[in-house]
């Protein structure tokens, strides 16, 4: 099984060994040198002092409302000494300082599950560091030992035997001039503010107006695009009348781009307008897809031999089948809040861009590909983000700005932005799955289990951009292109395994003594992405669903049953018997006519269990309340923890009950709210998230949440009804 591991050595291969960001390459000379450049202290790359006493933090990982802005200012803020909500913070541009430290991940991106468990370490050096160097520069100050300086907590150094104390800012240049010392990070026992409940500090930016998101920018000049794109994917212009859209108030050209047709306007109206007024004729595509025909191409690939073996434990094939089930899930759309937009700037032979990007470091390179420009002539400004759920770690939306801005943009900035429809009818989508299953029971005991997997390729898409992102800065430009463009086709074609298939089925964690897992990659006109949870989104509502089948058939409690095939592993054991306790799974009984189900997944190396109570009236489910429980390792901030668990619900929920996206003749059908539907607040139940006490460096929160709820969801209504869901979204299902 080839894994994003393997992205990197493809990168590494085609241009040499990649460049590990510099963030703690700093030494004596060349702080000292820095302070001297800019009066500013400056130990390492997130942690900036002046000595008008700011302490400023550079966010390496974006804020897209998860809370990466609240939690890393409190890991810098524990060691550094300060309190956090007086540290100024700006987000990170794009620079190989601020790469991702996972190992499978190593390029400027924000995703994964990554920030904190990541972050966890570096940042906490990073404050001690600082504060080490300011300890030093007291006492070299005073003329005093080191030992004898303390950082109290509120931004100053004290010499207690004298009682003089210096703020940080005035001892920016002495703190400067130490050297970078080796540091020991404060233990458990000496936390202020790891592990507490603190505000988020991205709240009142975002009340008050002054957050900006990628939609607020505004830069003199401005013009707005609105591109008309393709009706379905792998169309091309025919012929157009831009008449009618060059005659609308405000427009001030219309011309064919990479992306379709930009209308580019004084504002967003008078661009939206003048597309709306644009007639154009495009080809059909001979491969259009439709959902039906993929469908039924789906089902038939499952019904033959499988293309790869990924797991196979015993001889599951020797079993007697007890139950032989289809799943199957379908494409779904992101629905970020703010749209996908951008703003580009070409100007010196430069371009800047802003934008509410979840990948810095791929936006700043597919731009330098789409000029033709040097990475070192590209600038990345992140902005805020209005919801990401990986579809901003595509970097399409930067790349249609730059090239309107310099088809079009004469030196003027040109923001492009998506209406809700072209968001929707133009996302990367989560790919549609369907799996066989094949499980035997006997004597009570769940003995065989086959599962096969029809899906695409994630990576198949992506790949490539990460492979590019990861070269060394001044790898030439046709090395990136080769290497972005060989690794896709591996992918696609099942020569590697994309993992992100299998995640979350070929790592089943059970007891099951004969069990064997297969894929089958296909290709199809669709694009898809990371989308929240990536495989495990899909790959666990099919085994929790299906263990669900089987423990019924072996006459088990969907608990209890867990329990017997998990003995050996612990920490899913300790989720699991956490949510059920407290959502009083053995020792109540729910209201007549109201189900109840379990499910327990491992993702992003964290670990979730959910049960979920519903009731159903005929294709109206009503989901009355979640219990949601984690272990992620230490948690830095509980309340970010539970508005991750409420948010996992919410999105799960919406995506289980209500959403799909299909196609007819390669054209999306849902093209809003009204037909994307998402949960609303009268329908959302009563959330419960707990964490199990753990001593384990921090794991993934943002996305572990996910993948237990549709068969959770389903449980309950098996519970409820005795009807068995096997195909989502529920509400079209129980309506069929």
Known sequence: ??????????????????????????????????????????????IRITPDDRVIFT????????????????????????????????????????????????????????????????????????????????????????????????????????????RYGALAGAAAAQDVPAVELKGPAQWAIIGRSIDRLDIRPKVDGRGVYGMDVQLPGMLTAVIVRPPAAGATLVRMDAASARARAGVVAVEACA??????????????????????????????????DLRASYRRLLSRDAERVVRDDGDARAQPDTLDAFYELPYLAHATMEPQNATAWLHDGRCEVWAPTQAPGIARWRVADALGLDLEDVQIHTTLIGGGFGRRGLVDYCVDAADVARRVGGGRPVKVVFSREDDLARDWYRPMAMSRLRGSVA???????????????????????????????????????????????LFARGAMPDSTSIEGAVELPYAIPNL???????????????????????????????????????????????????????????VLDLAATKAGWTTSTPPPGVGRGIAVHASFESYCA?????????????????????????????????????SAVIFGLSAALKQQITHRAGRVQETNFGSYKALR???????????????????????????????ALCGAIFAATGKRIRRLPVEAELAT
Request: hydrophobic letters at 40%; charged letters at 20%; aromatic letters at 6%.
């Open 1 to 46: 099984m080839i894994s994003r591991r393997a992205l990197l050595k493809l990168g590494a291969a085609a241009g040499g060994a990649f460049v590990v960001g510099c963030a703690f390459g700093r030494t004596g000379g060349t702080v000292w040198r820095e302070y001297k450049r800019t009066g500013t202290f400056q130990p390492n790359a997130w």
């Open 59 to 166: 966010l390496d990982r974006v804020e897209m409302g998860q809370g990466t802005t609240t939690s890393h200012a409190a890991m810098v803020a524990e060691e550094l000494g300060v309190d956090p909500r007086v540290m100024e913070i700006e987000a990170a541009e794009a620079s190989r300082d601020y790469d991702n430290p996972d190992k499978q991940i190593r390029i400027q991106i924000t995703g994964g599950s990554t920030s904190t468990r990541g972050a966890w370490r570096p940042l906490r050096e990073a404050g001690a560091v600082a504060r080490e160097m300011l300890r030093a520069g007291a006492a070299w100050t005073w003329g005093v030992s080191i030992g004898d300086c303390r950082a109290v907590g509120d931004g100053s150094i004290a010499h207690a035997k004298s009682k003089r104390v210096l």
């Open 259 to 292: 992306g379709g047709v930009a209308v580019v306007a004084r504002g967003y109206w008078e661009a939206r307008t003048g597309a709306d007024a644009l007639a154009a004729e495009w080809t059909t595509p001979a491969n259009a897809a439709d959902t039906d």
């Open 443 to 489: 004597g009570g005991r769940v003995t065989g289990w086959r599962h096969h997997v029809v899906t695409q390729s994630i990576l198949a898409d992506e790949g490539g951009d990460f492979v590019g992102a990861l070269l060394p800065n001044g790898a030439p430009r046709a090395v990136r292109r080769l290497a972005s463009a060989s690794a896709p086709r």
């Open 516 to 574: 064997r897992v297969e894929l089958t990659p296909v290709e199809t006109p669709v694009p898809v992405g990371f989308w929240r949870s990536v495989g495990h989104s899909h790959n666990a509502f099919v085994t929790e669903g299906f263990l669900d089948e089987l423990l019924h058939a072996a006459g088990k409690d969907a608990y209890l049953g867990r329990r017997e095939l998990l003995a050996a592993n612990a920490r899913h054991l300790g």
């Open 610 to 646: 959910m049960v979920i109570e519903a009731s159903v009236d005929g294709a109206r489910v009503r989901v009355r309340r979640a219990v949601v429980a984690f272990d992620c390792g230490r948690v830095v901030n509980p309340g970010l923890v539970a508005a991750q668990g409420e």
């Open 681 to 711: 607040m009268f329908e959302c139940p009563i959330i419960e998230t707990y964490t199990v006490a753990s001593d384990a460096e921090p794991s993934g929160i943002g996305e572990p949440g996910v993948p237990p709820v549709a068969p």
